[in-house]
């Protein structure tokens, strides 16, 4: 198969970015990271795919963990790729998608087909992160980063009652009691880095 040419068009430092860039530029294929500042790469995904669906998308990253993976492929990416494979694998995953196909690497590809076969066999389903709406992980992900309800509510747009209204069933569904755990866990799962 011949490699396809590439252009860059544009470049985004988060997911907000992303996000506007996307609606601007209008590109064939999306290179995603997925843990970004702002909004999280795989809420970009779900954002960007909704109001473009014949966009490709190509999650980067260097999650290799189950929950990423569903999530991400559960929000619209058309490929997921490590960012320690290699260069030749990202060119690969980028043609394929190119061509209307979807696109594992070899370690995820294992990861997902192990998956399979342990859900065949009865193992427990998704955790509960799984259980948050968009709106929730946004919210979850700037408590983490240490922003107030006001901030919040400002940044996106809503009236800090209904963001108090999103932490707290965000907090009950993660079994969370305050700020400091809010933050291990986002930690934890990869929604921020320390």
């Known amino acids: 198969m011949p490699e396809p040419d590439f252009e860059v068009v544009g470049v985004a430092?988060?997911?907000?970015?992303?996000?506007?860039?996307?609606?601007?530029?209008?590109?064939?294929?999306?290179?995603?990271?997925?843990?970004?500042?702002?909004?999280t790469g795989i809420d970009a995904i779900v954002h960007i795919k909704r109001q473009n669906p014949s966009v490709k998308i190509v999650a980067l990253t260097f999650?290799?963990?189950?929950?990423?993976?569903?999530?991400?492929?559960?929000?619209?990416?058309d490929a997921y790729v490590l960012k320690d494979d290699s260069r030749a694998e990202l060119l690969t995953a980028m043609a394929s998608v190119a061509n209307?196909?979807?696109?594992?690497?070899?370690?995820?590809?294992?990861?997902?087909?192990?998956?399979?076969?342990?859900?065949?066999q009865g193992t427990p389903g998704d955790p509960s992160w799984g259980t948050?709406?968009?709106r929730e992980r946004e919210v979850l992900k700037l408590v983490a980063e240490g922003k107030r309800t006001k901030e919040i509510a400002a940044y996106l747009s809503l009236s800090?009652?209904?963001?108090?209204?999103?932490?707290?069933?965000?907090?009950?569904?993660?079994?969370?009691?305050?700020?400091?755990?809010?933050?291990?866990?986002?930690?934890?799962?990869?929604?921020?880095?320390e």
């Open 100 to 120: 209307g196909h979807s696109y594992l690497s070899p370690t995820i590809c294992n990861k997902v087909v192990a998956g399979y076969l342990g859900e065949k």
């Open 13 to 39: 430092a988060d997911g907000r970015s992303a996000l506007r860039a996307a609606a601007e530029l209008q590109p064939d294929i999306i290179l995603m990271d997925l843990t970004m500042p702002r909004t």
């Open 132 to 134: 948050l709406t968009p």
């Open 160 to 193: 800090p009652k209904t963001i108090e209204k999103h932490r707290t069933n965000m907090m009950r569904k993660l079994d969370l009691h305050n700020v400091s755990e809010v933050t291990v866990y986002a930690i934890r799962n990869g929604f921020i880095t």
């Open 63 to 77: 999650h290799a963990e189950d929950k990423y993976i569903h999530a991400t492929l559960d929000a619209g990416a």
